[in-house]
């Protein structure tokens, strides 16, 4: 039984490490409360997000959604999630953007923000 065990987490985390395309970006929720309401009491569910080059990949709940780029508190580039053939939404950053960005995601009234390097 233990044998079995093992095989079967060695089998899955070879499978996860296989679909891992690129680097996995840190999103968090950002906290704006400015228009007076209280924070949801029910847990959000944070999008995953990967960089490969300067292809973005997002899970199918940000199809549709808008991404910024900001930097030095100026929004330098902004697009919207489309769909791919597989589930998943992607944005293809244009070769000129270099250096460090904060990636904000908006999905409803949720702004989602990471950190990113081009």
């Not at 079995?4 to 680097?23: E, P, Q, R, T, V």
């Not at 924070?39 to 080059?53: A, E, F, K, L």
């Not at 199918?60 to 919207?80: F, H, K, M, P, R």
Request: a negative charge.
């Amino acid at each position: 039984m233990k044998k079995l065990f093992i095989a079967i987490l060695f089998a899955c985390i070879g499978y996860s490490s296989a679909n891992a395309d690129g680097k996995v970006i840190v999103i968090t929720a950002k906290e704006s409360n400015q228009d007076g309401h209280q924070p949801p009491r029910s847990p959000i569910r944070i999008p995953s997000v990967y960089i490969d080059g300067n292809i973005l990949t997002f899970d199918a709940s940000c199809i549709g959604c808008t991404i910024s780029l900001v930097q030095d508190d100026e929004v330098i580039y902004t697009a919207t999630v489309v769909e791919t053939d597989d589930w998943e939404g992607e944005v293809v950053l244009p070769e000129y953007l270099t250096g460090v960005f904060e990636l904000q995601l908006q999905i409803g009234a949720i702004t989602f923000v990471g950190e990113i390097e081009l």
